[in-house]
């Protein structure tokens, strides 16, 4: 059974936030420093790209930004990274942070990445969440292929705690098991100068919707050198699909860049 929190003053909830926005940031450069700094024979990558859009939950248009490092030896890989939100982003301009870590496997001519990952987010004043779970993914000629699961916690900050007296009981709750999915189509092999494809998913770096919530991703790649990879993707969003009729949640527009060094 969890605690409940101690209570505090007015004035510390906001104290609480950026104390807990400034660890957050340290643990995650901290990821960074360890990444880019080990003596290893391995080839480190970054990761730079911004997104714009509004959905029902918004309350207008946000932008945000983020930058991903990952750092390969021989099969393995590991990533982290945060976010920022620039426009709407709510009390803190840190709206997220992640760790993934990945293996390439093989069977027979097919190649599989097996992943396990952990993403921390504020959703509001009141809500953090945190999800963590697994993924295996498939790219074979155009299809693109990713199936997994993930355990996401919702939980109200300690001001929320405070201000509306909730117990310790009711300060968190779960959803176990939840289905991530992701099939695309491209209409180009990978490693081809420029490409195109649209797919069907519920998760990308820093969100992951309800199985029921998908969305539709157009994507285009564009390769100027064999080490950087610009992109950019348009996302519309949805709501009900097990309904009778599927509702417009929102959309956004994301554009970066890949560079392996």
Not at 32 to 38: K, Q
Not at 82 to 90: D, T, V
Request: proline share 2%; glycine share 10%.
């Amino acid at each position: 059974m969890e605690s409940t929190p101690d209570k505090k003053t007015k004035n510390e909830p906001e104290n609480s936030r950026f104390v807990r926005s400034g660890r957050n940031f340290r643990i995650t450069a901290g990821f960074l420093f360890l990444i880019v700094s080990a003596e290893l024979v391995a080839q480190p990558g970054l990761t730079i790209y911004a997104d714009a859009g509004k959905n029902n939950a918004s309350g207008g248009l946000f932008i945000r930004s983020a930058a991903m490092v990952n750092y390969g030896f021989g099969k393995n890989r590991i990533e982290t990274g945060f976010q920022f939100g620039i426009k709407n982003a709510g009390n803190s301009s840190f709206s997220g942070f992640n760790i993934n870590a990945s293996r390439e496997l093989s069977f027979k001519s097919y190649l599989f990445h097996l992943q396990g990952f952990y993403t921390r987010k504020g959703c509001s004043e009141i809500l953090c969440e945190t999800n963590w779970g697994a993924l295996i993914d498939m790219r074979h000629k155009r299809f693109e292929i990713a199936i997994g699961t993930n355990f996401r916690t919702y939980a109200f900050k300690s001001g929320a705690i405070d201000e509306y007296g909730i117990n310790g009981d009711a300060s968190k709750f779960h959803e176990n098991f939840n289905m991530m999915y992701s099939i695309g189509y491209y209409i180009k092999p990978a490693d081809d100068l420029w490409n195109a494809g649209l797919a069907i998913t519920n998760f990308d770096s820093f969100m992951i919707e309800q199985g029921v919530n998908p969305a539709l991703r157009l994507r285009g790649l564009y390769k100027p050198g064999s080490q950087v990879c610009l992109y950019a993707e348009a996302w519309y969003l949805t709501a009900g699909f097990l309904n009778m009729s599927m509702n417009f949640f929102g959309f956004n527009f994301k554009t970066g860049i890949s560079w392996n060094f």
